[in-house]
Nanobody, 121 residues
Framework: VQLQASGGGLVQAGGSLRLSCTAS????????VGWFRQAPGKEREFVAA??????DTYYADSVKGRFTISRDVNMVYLQMNSLKPEDTAVYFC?????????????????WGQGTQVTVSS
């Protein structure tokens, strides 16, 4: 599975962006999918995850109430509202080895190339 993340950009604090993740070569409709981010000089961190059915979702405490993860047949979205400068990072989508969602990066076997999100104050 090859993943492609898109939708990043520059936005002012309080603004919104929607990230998209799609798969090529093979669908990821049977896989859990997660979003992670990495800011300069920091370790990669979990942001949100969704199970194969969309029935289970998980969020990092730092984004709860502001970000929403969703999916349809072969796309996964991350709607980001009320963005803050501390949300600035490269955002990666990843497909899990299994159908469930996970907060642990070790559960994800397939990673996209990342999309830059920059939030100005």
């Amino acid at each position: 599975v090859q993943l492609q993340a898109s939708g990043g950009g520059l936005v002012q604090a309080g603004g919104s962006l929607r990230l998209s993740c799609t798969a090529s070569k093979r669908t990821f409709s049977n896989n859990g999918v997660g979003w992670f981010r990495q800011a300069p000089g920091k370790e990669r961190e979990f942001v949100a995850a969704i199970s194969w059915s969309g029935g289970d979702t998980y969020y990092a405490d730092s984004v709860k109430g502001r970000f929403t993860i969703s999916r349809d047949v072969n796309m996964v979205y991350l709607q980001m509202n009320s963005l803050k400068p501390e949300d600035t990072a490269v955002y990666f989508c990843a497909a899990a080895r299994r159908a469930f969602a996970s907060v642990a990066s070790r559960e994800y076997a397939y990673w996209g190339q990342g999309t830059q999100v920059t939030v100005s104050s």
